[in-house]
Every structure is written in C-alpha cells, then in structure tokens.
C-alpha cells in the first residue's frame, strides 16, 4: 500500500500507510538461494483510527474532514476534521455558510411610460434569496416598487426624461443590483385633418364651419383603448342661429308715385323672405 515499504534484501516490510484497505490486499512473497526458492502469501489490511459518529457528525478518519452541505441558495464551507490525536478527537465546528449573491432581472431593462395611463406591472426573475427591495433614486410619481416582491407598478402622474434606476435586492448576507431605465412621455391621438394632436383623456373643440352665423361647437375626444390614443366619434352641436330682421316703424307712401326702397336691418343668415298678407 500506498505509504509502506519492502525491503528486498532483508524481507522486512515497514513505513506508514497513507490510505485504508479495508478488505485487504494479498501479496506474495518468494525467497530464493542457491537451493531453490519459497513462496509464501501475505494479506495486509489497512484500517484508520476514526472520530466516533457525534450526531450529524458520521463517523470520520483521523486526519479528514466531515462535511455538510450549506444548504439550498447557500455558499461557504461547513466542516468538522477529526484531529490527528491520540487517541483521535473532534475538532471545532467550522461553518462559513451564508446566502449566496442575489440574481435579479426584469422583462423590460427601458420602459417608455404615458402619464395618466397604468404601466404594465414589471416583476423581477429572481435567482437565490431575497429579503427585500429597494430603488434610488425615487420613481417617477405615481410608480412605487413593492419592497417585497420587488415588482414595480402604478400609474405615472407627470412627464419625466429618460433616467435610470438602481433597483437593490438583498439578504442577510449578500445583495446585488439591476439598473432600469424609464421615461414618461405624453400619449397622443395624431394628427388627423383638421384634429390638430391631443393628448389622450381630453376632448378638443373646433368653432362651427360657420362661426358668423351658428352656435354650438365641434367636439371629439382622444381615448385611450389599452395602451394606445384612439379618436373618438366628431360631435357636432352646431345650428345656425334665429335670424333677427327689422324695419323702420312704419313707410308712408303716395298713392301713383314710387316709394323709395326700404332696406331691413337683420342678423344671421336668412334663405327666404315671405310677406304676409300679400302687398
């Protein structure tokens, strides 16, 4: 075995074993002289002095080391080594175990957000153990990060430029960080004809075709259909206004002779005169 040493001169076998053999190996040995030879066979087994099994500590040769696992999301060493003593003894306990680094990351690293239109809800793949979340600098308002979950959701209340945000997840023992970029832009119908760009969740107003002679107005609203402006419907409440005419109080005129036109005063648009009774 490993360790152990034949002396071929004078027979003599010696050293120290450096591993086990438990089942044993047999060896032949042979000596010759002048007469002949002999054979003879010898069986050496190796066993080791161990550190006796201490509850979930198995039974250990001298010299090694017990191990156990950290654990699940765990990292480190946990270890007892089984001392090289006479007779053998455990050692201290050694136990380097702690949560293992974090890994997070988000469907969407760049959002483009609309104000006053809900965002998507954006929740992290996680790898290993997180206790909490947090975010700087602060999200635009209206958004908000869960500190638990770390999903980010809400409403976003007023336009910002794109700007980038380090999202923190930690545990007892580690942390670690993914960075998201959002902007808050404004969602709007396009332009279209006379419907000059709107933002969505407001309603725009033309004056009538004829402003002179009508009143009401021209109405049509942008709407937002999931995440996306939309026009609405034209409505159009205009009608020409009730024409206004007058005259003087009264014509005198001479029997045979002309009278000299007489013009009315009026407002608005007027298609038809009538008289009645009939001049």
């Known amino acids: 075995p490993a360790g152990m ?47 006796p099994t201490d509850g979930q500590w198995i039974e250990t040769d001298k010299g090694e080391k017990a191990w156990l696992s950290c654990g699940n999301m765990k990292e480190g060493q946990h270890y007892r080594e089984c001392l090289n003593t006479n007779p053998p003894s455990w050692g201290l306990e050694v136990n380097t175990c702690v949560w293992s680094q974090p890994i997070i990351t ?25 206790t909490g979340y947090t975010i700087n600098p602060m999200l635009p308002q209206g958004l908000s990060i869960n500190p638990a979950s770390g999903a980010l959701s809400g409403t976003p209340t007023a336009t910002s430029g794109q700007a980038s945000y380090t999202i923190t997840a930690s545990n007892p023992n580690n942390s ?47 709407l937002l259909s999931g995440t996306t402006a939309m026009w609405g419907n034209d409505q159009n409440t205009c009608k020409y206004r009730q024409p206004v005419i007058s005259y003087p109080a009264s014509i005198t005129g001479y029997k045979d002779e002309p009278i000299a036109s007489v013009e009315p005063t009026h407002q608005y648009r007027i298609t038809q005169y009538t008289i009645n009774p009939i001049l």
């Open 5 to 51: 040493y034949f002396d071929t001169t004078s027979g003599v076998i010696s050293g120290a074993p450096t591993t086990k053999d438990t089942q044993g190996t047999t060896y032949n040995i042979t000596i010759t002289n002048a007469a002949g030879s002999y054979s003879t066979q010898l069986k050496i087994i190796i066993i080791s002095l161990t550190c």
């Open 176 to 222: 670690n960080t993914f960075v998201i970029t959002i902007t808050v832009d404004i969602l709007k119908c396009p332009t279209s004809g006379e419907w000059t760009e709107t933002e969505h969740g407001t309603t725009k107003e033309l004056p009538c075709t004829d402003p002179t002679n009508m009143e009401g107005k021209r109405t049509r609203s942008c």
């Open 106 to 130: 988000y469907p969407q690293p760049a959002l483009t957000l609309y104000r006053n239109v809900p965002m998507t809800t954006q929740s992290p793949t996680v790898v290993n153990y997180v």
